[in-house]
């Protein structure tokens, strides 16, 4: 993997993913969220959805895929 951000996006949106649905648990002032479908819902599918980018940018458009 390179330098380029691209490479990491997928990573970080898993990260951010699960970073929200943490802070919705441990954090008093965000409790409520975790009773919201919407917040729960939409915190998986970016933990889901950054794995998937993640792979799929890596794995074929990402410039040491085309070199190899």
């Known amino acids: ?3 380029d951000i691209k490479n990491y996006l997928g990573a970080i949106l898993a990260l951010v993913g699960a970073i929200l649905m943490i802070l919705a648990t441990f ?3 965000m409790a409520d969220l975790c009773d919201q479908n ?3 819902a939409g915190s998986f599918v ?3 959805g950054g794995i998937i980018a993640h792979v799929v940018i890596n794995k074929y ?3 040491e895929a085309k070199i190899n």
Do not use: Q
């Open 27 to 29: 954090v008093p002032a």
């Open 61 to 63: 458009f990402s410039e």
């Open 46 to 48: 970016l933990i889901i």
């Open 38 to 40: 919407w917040y729960t």
């Open 1 to 3: 993997m390179g330098k």
